[in-house]
């Protein structure tokens, strides 16, 4: 696979991964235009004008977009994060260059008009009543306000009903014009490539991005608070605990790497540390996971135990008491050379399909990091047991975590 990066002259950043014999050929555009900055009782608009884009623009009616793709014999996607936004179309080799004309008039040239703003904002308003309903997202919503206010990354990707009210369409034009320009953006492209492809995509309407953004006044650093707290949640079965710890930011990889490691030692498989010791062996727990949330200003580990409600208390001593005692030994030679299997896997199984590929050479140089896709793989032999006790397995320190225990509303 061959993997060139450029720039255009208004500042666009241009990946290419040529695949050979790929089926598909996956068209993926990113912008710096996630929920982080949207403007205070704005929130959700980065996600609502997800939506919009999808509505027509000057020179597509609204719903051609999606027939002309599949005309193609291709497909389309979308994802609003906290830190950005990436679109993407899946189409056959021969059809990339119709693919990338149609996304980029799509997403540069939107029409947001008023009828269908107004239509869309309670398709919004609806997606938003529902989430809120979920227990699983209630949990996650308090965890990161809790830990996280003020950061814009305590708030919401969706929004709420009150701020989505609150969003017209000509605030929703302006969030386009500052944020959807040159050094905002980047379009990768992975699969079978066409010997032109860098005309194609020199001379496509990315040239056409304007220059200049508006400067945002987003805060360079997260907060994060320490602290406990218990809740009762409706339609909740069982009890959770939930713990969050404060990771590196999205550039610090080879830090985020040893963390992703030290997780897989602790819950991933039956033989790992805590899934062992508290779901195989003493039965107190149902299930756990670590999640890595990466993000550009400073990420969290979250920690999430399922278990019967009458465990709460002694699954959640023993968990701290297990962290607490990492660095002293508890993880062997044989756990670190399992995890690193592990995760290198899941590495190459992330990199499988064209569409893996082009999300992950897109974000990487959305956000600067212009290094090979593998460079995971050769950063894990870094990774030695006085490594993790000294840079990695303090940061799961209870002490340093705010921990919610939820349980059932009565």
Same mark, same amino acid.
């Given at each position: 696979?061959?993997?060139?990066?450029?720039?255009?002259?208004?500042?666009?950043?241009?990946?290419?991964?040529?695949?050979? =014999?790929? /089926?598909?050929?996956? +068209?993926? %555009?990113?912008?710096?235009?996630?929920? &982080?900055?949207?403007?205070?009782?704005?929130?959700?608009?980065?996600?609502?004008?997800?939506?919009? +884009?999808?509505?027509?623009?000057?020179?597509?009616?609204e719903g051609? %977009?999606? *027939?002309?793709?599949?005309?193609? $014999? $291709?497909?389309?996607?979308?994802?609003?994060?906290?830190?950005?936004?990436?679109? !993407?179309? *899946?189409?056959?080799?021969?059809?990339?260059?119709? $693919?990338?004309?149609?996304?980029?008039?799509?997403?540069?040239?939107?029409?947001?008009?008023?009828?269908?703003?107004?239509?869309?904002?309670?398709?919004?308003?609806?997606?938003?009543? =529902?989430?809120?309903? =979920?227990?699983?997202?209630?949990?996650?919503?308090?965890?990161?306000?809790?830990?996280? /206010?003020?950061?814009?990354?305590?708030? #919401?990707?969706?929004?709420?009903?009150?701020?989505?009210?609150?969003?017209?369409?000509? =605030?929703?034009?302006?969030?386009?014009?500052?944020?959807?320009?040159?050094?905002?953006?980047?379009?990768?492209?992975?699969?079978?490539? #066409?010997?032109?492809?860098?005309?194609?995509?020199?001379?496509?309407?990315?040239?056409?991005?304007?220059?200049?953004?508006?400067?945002?006044?987003?805060?360079? @650093?997260?907060?994060?608070?320490k602290g406990? @707290?218990?809740?009762?949640?409706?339609? *909740?079965?069982?009890?959770?605990?939930? @713990?969050?710890?404060?990771?590196?930011?999205?550039?610090?990889?080879?830090?985020?790497?040893?963390?992703?490691?030290?997780?897989?030692?602790?819950?991933?498989?039956?033989?790992?540390?805590?899934?062992?010791?508290?779901?195989?062996?003493?039965?107190?727990?149902?299930?756990?996971?670590?999640?890595?949330?990466?993000?550009?200003?400073?990420?969290?580990?979250?920690?999430?135990?399922?278990?019967?409600?009458?465990?709460?208390?002694?699954?959640?001593?023993?968990?701290?008491?297990? *962290?607490?005692?990492?660095?002293?030994?508890?993880?062997? !030679?044989?756990?670190?050379?399992?995890?690193?299997?592990?995760?290198?896997?899941?590495?190459?199984?992330?990199?499988?399909?064209? /569409?893996?590929?082009?999300?992950?050479?897109?974000?990487?140089?959305?956000?600067?990091?212009?290094?090979?896709? &593998?460079?995971?793989?050769?950063?894990i032999s870094?990774? /030695?047991?006085?490594?993790?006790?000294?840079?990695?397995? #303090?940061?799961?320190? #209870?002490?340093?975590?705010?921990? &919610?225990?939820?349980?059932?509303?009565?």
């Amino acid at each position: 696979m061959k993997v060139n990066h450029w720039s255009l002259p208004n500042g666009a950043t241009c990946v290419v991964a040529d695949i050979e =014999q790929s /089926t598909l050929t996956c +068209i993926d %555009f990113w912008c710096k235009g996630g929920s &982080l900055y949207e403007m205070k009782d704005q929130e959700g608009m980065a996600h609502f004008l997800e939506h919009m +884009i999808f509505k027509g623009s000057k020179n597509l009616k609204e719903g051609e %977009f999606d *027939l002309r793709i599949e005309s193609l $014999g $291709g497909s389309s996607n979308a994802a609003t994060g906290l830190d950005d936004v990436h679109y !993407h179309v *899946l189409v056959p080799p021969e059809k990339m260059e119709e $693919g990338l004309k149609l996304i980029l008039e799509l997403l540069l040239f939107p029409k947001i008009e008023q009828d269908a703003f107004e239509m869309e904002k309670e398709v919004v308003l609806e997606e938003i009543a =529902q989430n809120i309903e =979920q227990p699983d997202e209630i949990i996650y919503m308090k965890l990161l306000k809790e830990c996280l /206010t003020p950061h814009r990354y305590s708030k #919401p990707i969706l929004g709420d009903e009150k701020t989505v009210k609150s969003i017209n369409s000509k =605030q929703m034009k302006l969030f386009h014009k500052n944020h959807y320009v040159g050094k905002n953006c980047t379009l990768c492209i992975a699969g079978e490539l #066409p010997k032109d492809i860098y005309s194609i995509i020199n001379n496509s309407k990315l040239k056409e991005l304007k220059t200049i953004a508006e400067e945002t006044n987003i805060s360079s @650093k997260t907060t994060f608070n320490k602290g406990y @707290k218990k809740e009762k949640i409706p339609r *909740l079965e069982g009890g959770r605990i939930l @713990k969050a710890w404060k990771l590196h930011p999205a550039k610090e990889q080879v830090l985020i790497l040893g963390a992703e490691i030290a997780a897989t030692m602790l819950c991933d498989g039956k033989s790992s540390l805590i899934v062992k010791d508290l779901r195989e062996e003493k039965r107190i727990i149902e299930s756990i996971d670590i999640d890595l949330q990466i993000l550009e200003e400073g990420g969290l580990i979250l920690l999430d135990i399922s278990c019967p409600q009458e465990n709460l208390k002694i699954a959640e001593s023993e968990i701290n008491k297990i *962290l607490k005692e990492l660095n002293r030994g508890l993880i062997t !030679h044989k756990d670190l050379e399992r995890a690193k299997k592990l995760v290198i896997n899941n590495i190459y199984f992330g990199l499988e399909l064209s /569409t893996q590929i082009a999300s992950a050479l897109g974000n990487q140089a959305l956000w600067g990091r212009h290094q090979s896709i &593998l460079k995971s793989i050769d950063d894990i032999s870094y990774w /030695t047991t006085s490594r993790l006790n000294e840079l990695i397995f #303090p940061l799961f320190d #209870p002490e340093n975590a705010f921990t &919610l225990i939820a349980e059932p509303e009565k």
